[in-house]
């Protein structure tokens, strides 16, 4: 068993310790002690005897768990405000195997509570849920280590008086899944395909036609998932990509979603976002996408969010139904600091015949890029355009 497993265990023995009455500040950093202690043990350990229960390769989960429960224990005694806390020695786990019950979706909960900002709570729950380090979130949010640190410790903080059968509500977990998606999605780490799986299980237990839009449109990006990159890393936009190789049993899944979603008539921003995707899905080329129905969707879109990134893409479509200069001109009533407004600029402008603006704006864009792939595919287009320029007589 190689760490990333080991870390696979983590909402799990977390969610047992909780049960048990663990603080959950306390219970993370002693499941995060006992992955440490676990990692040096395999390393040095010799194969398990049939007679030596203590050895983490007969019953890895079972094993973290007593590891974990200790280390609690051991942290609750060191401090004299929470002194009454050693009672809980009489009730420290049976060695042997641990349950087989699935706690995460219970912990997004607990993490997602709505005394948090999003942030904060997407971060919480990489760092305790996801089992990603701290410079790993420091990175894909794009602050300094020691910060992002920071801001998780008063997460834990906060939720540390949380009782575990009073957590947030479905609208905080929701966007803390969609986020969370979007981090795998895009970033270094994969945790879309855990998201799906979470997701699966909220819409097994909640009857919301928003639960059932959120996994419509994460089925619908997933199924794109193999074509979002050439083999050397590079991006690949949606309209180059092979869409013969789109998942198109996960496409054909989340379109039958999101039409149930739809009948039920209660419209909300994720089952709006399925809608575009699955119209973008259902297009055979791209230039057979049918981007006057998309942007009416990303109107319906912006009048359930008054999102400024909701309308910079509403440009973007706008430009392809109606033209290049329209889309201009939807985009001339946004803020031009908006993330990603360079780039769409410059792809308007490009459509329009103006290389040299779009090769400038392409070279802004990559400028503020946040990370290296989105930099090098932006540095690449303004690169083309700039040969193209100087090319032309």
Same mark, same amino acid.
């Given at each position: 068993?190689?760490?990333?497993?080991?870390?696979?265990?983590?909402?799990?023995?977390?969610?047992?310790?909780?049960?048990?009455?663990?603080?959950?500040?306390?219970?993370?950093?002693?499941?995060?002690?006992?992955?440490?202690?676990?990692?040096?043990?395999?390393?040095?350990?010799?194969?398990?005897?049939?007679?030596?229960?203590?050895?983490?390769?007969?019953?890895?989960?079972?094993?973290?768990?007593?590891?974990?429960?200790?280390?609690?224990?051991?942290?609750?005694?060191?401090?004299?405000?929470?002194?009454?806390?050693?009672?809980?020695?009489?009730?420290?786990?049976?060695?042997?195997?641990?349950?087989?019950?699935?706690?995460?979706?219970?912990?997004?909960?607990?993490?997602?509570?709505?005394?948090?900002?999003?942030?904060?709570?997407?971060?919480?729950?990489? %760092?305790?849920?996801?089992?990603?380090?701290?410079?790993?979130?420091?990175?894909?949010?794009?602050?300094?280590?020691?910060?992002?640190?920071?801001?998780?410790? %008063?997460?834990?903080?906060?939720?540390?008086?949380?009782?575990?059968?009073?957590?947030?509500?479905?609208?905080?977990?929701?966007?803390?899944?969609?986020?969370?998606?979007?981090?795998?999605?895009?970033?270094?780490?994969?945790?879309?395909?855990?998201?799906?799986?979470?997701?699966?299980?909220?819409?097994?237990?909640?009857?919301?036609?928003?639960?059932?839009?959120?996994?419509?449109?994460?089925?619908?990006?997933?199924? %794109?998932?193999?074509?979002?990159?050439?083999?050397?890393?590079?991006?690949?936009?949606?309209?180059?990509?092979?869409?013969?190789?789109?998942?198109?049993?996960?496409?054909?899944?989340?379109?039958?979603?999101?039409?149930?979603?739809?009948?039920?008539? %209660?419209?909300?921003?994720?089952?709006?976002?399925?809608?575009?995707?699955?119209?973008?899905?259902?297009?055979?080329?791209?230039?057979?996408?049918?981007?006057?129905?998309?942007?009416?969707?990303?109107?319906?879109?912006?009048?359930?969010?008054?999102?400024?990134?909701?309308?910079?893409?509403?440009?973007?479509?706008?430009?392809?139904?109606?033209?290049?200069?329209?889309?201009?001109?939807?985009?001339?009533?946004?803020?031009?600091?908006?993330?990603?407004?360079?780039?769409?600029?410059?792809?308007?402008?490009?459509?329009?015949?103006?290389?040299?603006?779009?090769?400038?704006?392409?070279?802004?864009?990559?400028?503020?890029?946040?990370?290296?792939?989105?930099?090098?595919?932006?540095?690449?287009?303004?690169?083309?355009?700039?040969?193209?320029?100087?090319?032309?007589?």
């Amino acid at each position: 068993m190689n760490e990333a497993q080991l870390r696979s265990l983590t909402p799990s023995v977390l969610g047992i310790l909780v049960r048990r009455g663990a603080d959950f500040a306390a219970a993370e950093d002693a499941v995060q002690d006992a992955l440490v202690e676990a990692v040096r043990v395999w390393r040095a350990a010799p194969s398990p005897s049939s007679s030596d229960w203590e050895h983490p390769m007969r019953d890895p989960k079972g094993w973290l768990v007593t590891v974990a429960w200790r280390r609690f224990l051991d942290a609750t005694r060191a401090d004299a405000a929470r002194r009454r806390r050693e009672d809980l020695v009489d009730e420290e786990p049976a060695p042997g195997p641990a349950s087989a019950v699935d706690d995460t979706l219970q912990l997004y909960f607990l993490c997602a509570h709505p005394s948090l900002t999003p942030s904060s709570a997407v971060a919480l729950t990489l %760092r305790a849920v996801g089992g990603l380090t701290t410079r790993q979130i420091a990175r894909a949010y794009l602050v300094p280590e020691a910060t992002m640190a920071q801001r998780i410790s %008063r997460a834990k903080r906060t939720v540390s008086g949380v009782r575990f059968d009073q957590p947030g509500d479905v609208a905080t977990v929701l966007r803390v899944l969609y986020l969370v998606f979007n981090e795998g999605y895009s970033g270094d780490v994969d945790l879309a395909a855990e998201a799906i799986r979470l997701t699966r299980q909220l819409a097994a237990a909640v009857d919301h036609p928003e639960v059932a839009g959120l996994l419509a449109l994460m089925l619908l990006h997933h199924a %794109r998932r193999a074509t979002r990159t050439a083999p050397d890393g590079s991006l690949v936009p949606l309209a180059e990509q092979d869409r013969g190789r789109w998942d198109t049993a996960s496409i054909a899944e989340g379109v039958d979603i999101l039409q149930a979603a739809l009948a039920r008539d %209660r419209l909300g921003e994720f089952q709006a976002q399925a809608a575009i995707a699955a119209l973008h899905a259902d297009a055979p080329t791209a230039e057979e996408t049918d981007w006057v129905q998309i942007v009416e969707w990303y109107d319906e879109l912006a009048r359930l969010t008054d999102s400024p990134v909701v309308r910079l893409n509403r440009a973007v479509a706008v430009g392809e139904a109606d033209g290049p200069r329209a889309g201009l001109a939807a985009l001339a009533a946004l803020d031009a600091s908006l993330p990603r407004h360079a780039a769409v600029a410059a792809h308007l402008h490009e459509r329009d015949g103006d290389l040299v603006t779009a090769a400038r704006l392409y070279a802004e864009a990559a400028h503020r890029a946040a990370n290296l792939a989105e930099r090098d595919h932006l540095t690449r287009q303004a690169a083309r355009l700039n040969s193209r320029s100087s090319e032309a007589p």
